[in-house]
């Protein structure tokens, strides 16, 4: 028999009890122990064949080796390389580079080998589907795209990510928000941390793998999506689809922390009337700004109720679930009295909350405001709900797609990572709600770099989160037999 023995990696081999044979054989990897192969030792034994040799083990060990090699060929420029290209398309959400973007990726993910599934969604059909969940800019076309690798004995690991980014803006900006300008150990641009950098790192864990000849006994599928800024119309459509796995992880900007549970976020619409007159004779008139501010009051004070006791996951944040109102428009002519506002904003969403619940809150909130004011009363505010709706989403924080990140994690960095919530919606309710697929958050960058001008992501990051993935996906997917 072979026994692989103590850790020093000593083989012994026996031909019916007699005739001990043992020897070592070391990988070449710094800091490993050396492994083990049982025709190595088979043959220094000169025992041919050799009786009731137990390979598996050596097998193992040589998968490991791979794994070792797949870690050591990441490198930082490549991935800079990667995220430079995938920033180089302005990929606003429901621009025709969302398209773009997505033809890109499909030719990255043939280019390291990987089965690819690239369709047109269609986009009117979706948006019918009775738990379609929401869009705010209008498409001519949209594309799915998947890629496959493993042979889909085990576990199927989904890794998803989008490739729609926010408009840059007009301010702010020192960098070029396309160009993918790389200086103080950071790439920038709109896009790096949200969340072209978690793609660049999920294409390069692959070809790491497949490149030290890792092979797979599950499968690991990159879902690339559209449409995750404006409601999720991508990742619900390769849902439909049939693309789905036994657990996921999205790439989100999380500072390599684990975020096992996101908030959800409503997109709304307030419609305050006035009365339009000459502003000479103001006083005949009802001014819609002023009715707006009193309703903005009472939203602030809403705010403030729905924060006072957040989720043991929110505990570290200042405000988890804010009211924010992103467009306001009122009036149309300077000097008239404003007939009417429409702000457009956000309402997050508790964990464990019901989106009907969080709807119901605001409105109420909304009407008794309107209640308080003689105008109001007879004029009330019109409360819309429309676009993004993004339920909150949650695993729990012991469930086994958490604690192997988290352990993958600790595998690069010799410590465990903080396992948290995130204030913001993200795909998670969709894969984790929808699909029942248990998903956490995990990426390179920082959330409050996102949506905001000098968008940037650390280059550490995108090595330190992409060798996490590596060691991911092979425990996830298991190496199957060299
Ligand atoms: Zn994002």
Redesign the pocket.
């Known amino acids: 028999m072979v026994d692989l023995g103590p850790p020093c990696g000593s083989v012994w081999v026996s031909r019916d009890g007699f005739s001990w044979v043992h020897g070592r054989i070391t990988c070449g990897h710094p800091g490993r122990r050396p492994s083990t192969f049982a025709w190595w030792t088979a043959s220094l034994s000169g025992v041919n064949p050799p009786l009731n040799v137990r390979t598996r083990p050596g097998l193992e060990e040589r998968a490991a080796c791979r794994v070792a090699d797949a870690l050591a060929a990441v490198r930082a420029e490549d991935l800079v390389a990667e995220l430079r290209a995938l920033l180089a398309v302005p990929s606003v959400t429901g621009s025709a580079a969302e398209s773009e973007a997505q033809h890109h990726v499909e030719r990255r993910l043939r280019a390291i080998g990987m089965d690819t599934d690239l369709w047109e969604i269609d986009v009117a059909a979706t948006a019918a589907d009775p738990q379609f969940p929401g869009m705010e800019a209008d498409r001519d076309e949209a594309w799915g795209l998947v890629g496959a690798w493993g042979d889909g004995q085990g576990s199927t690991l989904v890794l998803n990510g989008?490739v729609d980014v926010v408009p840059p803006g007009g301010v702010g900006w020192t960098a070029e928000p396309w160009a993918g300008q790389v200086r103080d150990g950071r790439v920038w641009g709109r896009g790096a941390c949200?969340?072209k950098a978690g793609l660049a790192c999920q294409l390069l864990a692959v070809r790491a793998l497949r490149d030290a000849g890792v092979r797979l006994r599950g499968r690991v599928l990159l879902q690339s999506v559209v449409g995750?800024?404006d409601g999720g119309l991508g990742t619900f459509a390769t849902l439909r689809r049939g693309h789905r796995g036994d657990l996921a992880v999205i790439c989100?900007?999380t500072r390599g922390q684990v975020v096992s549970a996101t908030a959800g976020a409503l997109t709304f619409r307030l419609v305050v009337p006035g009365r339009s007159v000459h502003a000479s004779a103001r006083l005949e008139g009802v001014d819609a700004v002023e009715k707006y501010v009193h309703v903005r009051a009472a939203l602030r004070r809403l705010e403030e109720r729905r924060n006072a006791a957040p989720h043991p996951l929110m505990a570290g944040y200042r405000l988890p679930y804010p009211i924010s109102v992103g467009t306001l428009a009122a009036g149309n002519w300077a000097s008239s009295v404003p007939d009417r506002v429409v702000a457009e904003g956000r309402l997050g969403v508790a964990l464990g909350e019901t989106v009907d619940d969080a709807r119901g809150e605001l409105e109420r909130a909304v009407a008794a405001a309107c209640a308080d004011d003689p105008w109001l009363r007879s004029h009330p505010v019109t409360v819309q709900w429309w676009g993004g709706q993004f339920a909150p989403g949650q695993v729990e924080p012991d469930a086994g797609v958490t604690r192997l990140v988290a352990a993958a994690h600790a595998r690069v960095h010799g410590a465990a990572p903080a396992v948290l919530g995130a204030p913001y919606g993200?795909d998670q309710r969709l894969l984790t709600g929808l699909a029942g697929v248990p998903t956490v958050l995990y990426g390179p960058g920082d959330v409050r770099q996102?949506h905001a001008p000098d968008e940037s992501v650390p280059v550490g990051e995108l090595v330190e989160v992409t060798r996490t993935l590596v060691q991911l996906i092979a425990a996830a997917c298991g190496p199957g037999p060299a």
Do not use: L, V
């Open positions: 989008h949200d969340m995750e800024e989100e900007p993200s996102a």
